[in-house]
């Protein structure tokens, strides 16, 4: 056999190989996906039959006060079993209020943050960094010490980049890849929406992101995520404080049990933080002070309604709505609800009623009840 027949011969072994290689790799993949399918409908099934409750439970253990992880009573900045949204423009302070919630959920700092309690998580937290992974380490860095490494490592998980699956396609494959990565994941940190998906203007979009949020708290996982806001026209981060001033589709907001909107101008130490959906009571407007060096952010003012009417009944003085609004910060619609359901709680008086004078209408006057 001559040198050409020998190098024929082997180019085609080497071709068979190949081919039987590539083979047994196609069958191999096919095999995973199998497997991979039936999991996921042996989960969906169990999931289906795990959420599935009698009528009467599901109305009467429902706890008559809201579960907190963030907040107490009827001031909640973030409930349990329901997602919390904090929006605002670029460089206000999102990543880092974020950061100092996971903190505290895992321990490492005081359990309050904006005069406000925060409970504790048992398991471990997943921090989604996707948006400039550096920037947010070092952010971070400013807030913890070295001695605190061994249970960071423990209790916080963190991913940088891009995420490895597509959350629009299946509305199970943000939860899953989730529990794959973290086992024992409680808390799941998003940083930030527009990294999760483009065309986020889109409803096609937003619904299937929301339907992967609702999959993911489903499955006992609390959620934080940040978003950016709508372009503005001027310095100032927002032209108001509403959830039209969020971008994006009307879905990205509509699963979700709370968004805060960060208000305020790029680089500066003093924000204010809106409470635009709630689950409970409106909280704040908080006006919030960012110390840059140490990663730490305080309430300068956490002043709601009941606040201001228990100081002014210290006082001996009665308080219009109006009044009430500009004192604390919110619209006279939501100070006039909040004081006519304390008023049916028998926490709050009407003095005088609205009535006519000489130079004009006069709104009623409110007091807080002593003892209340």
Request: proline share 5%; aromatic share 4%.
């Amino acid at each position: 056999m001559s040198e050409h027949d020998e190098a024929a011969d082997l180019a085609a072994g080497d071709a068979m190989y190949e081919a039987q290689v590539e083979r047994e790799v196609m069958n191999l993949m096919a095999r995973q996906e199998a497997q991979r399918r039936v999991r996921e409908r042996d989960d969906i099934q169990r999931q289906g039959r795990a959420r599935l409750r009698p009528g009467g439970d599901f109305v009467f253990d429902e706890p008559d006060v809201i579960p907190s992880l963030w907040g107490a009573g009827d001031r909640v900045l973030w409930a349990a079993g329901e997602g919390l949204m904090i929006a605002g423009g670029q460089g206000l302070g999102k990543t880092t209020i974020a950061q100092q919630l996971v903190l505290a959920r895992l321990s490492l700092r005081e359990p309050s943050f904006l005069g406000l309690p925060v409970t504790p998580g048992e398991g471990q937290v997943l921090y989604l960094a996707m948006d400039r992974p550096r920037q947010a380490a070092r952010s971070l860095r400013r807030m913890v010490t070295e001695p605190q490494r061994d249970v960071m490592n423990e209790r916080l998980v963190v991913w940088s980049g891009p995420l490895p699956v597509s959350v629009t396609t299946s509305a199970q494959a943000l939860a899953d890849w989730v529990q794959d990565e973290c086992p024992g994941v409680d808390t799941l940190v998003v940083d930030s929406v527009k990294d999760l998906a483009p065309g986020l203007s889109s409803d096609e979009v937003g619904a299937a992101i929301n339907m992967a949020w609702q999959e993911v708290i489903a499955r006992g996982i609390e959620m934080v995520v940040l978003h950016h806001e709508r372009k503005a026209t001027s310095g100032t981060s927002s032209r108001g404080s509403s959830l039209d001033d969020v971008y994006g589709s009307t879905w990205l907001t509509a699963g979700l049990g709370s968004v805060v909107q960060v208000i305020g101008k790029r680089g500066e130490p003093q924000v204010a933080l809106h409470h635009l959906k709630q689950p409970a009571e409106e909280v704040g407007p908080l006006t919030v002070e960012h110390d840059h060096f140490t990663g730490t952010s305080t309430a300068a003012s956490v002043l709601g309604v009941e606040d201001h009417l228990v100081m002014c009944a210290a006082r001996g003085e009665t308080q219009t709505v109006a009044q009430v609004a500009v004192a604390v910060g919110m619209t006279v619609d939501k100070v006039r609800r909040r004081i006519k359901s304390l008023e049916r709680e028998g926490r709050v008086a009407e003095v005088e009623p609205e009535r006519n004078t000489p130079t004009g209408r006069v709104g009623a006057t409110y007091m807080w009840r002593a003892g209340a």
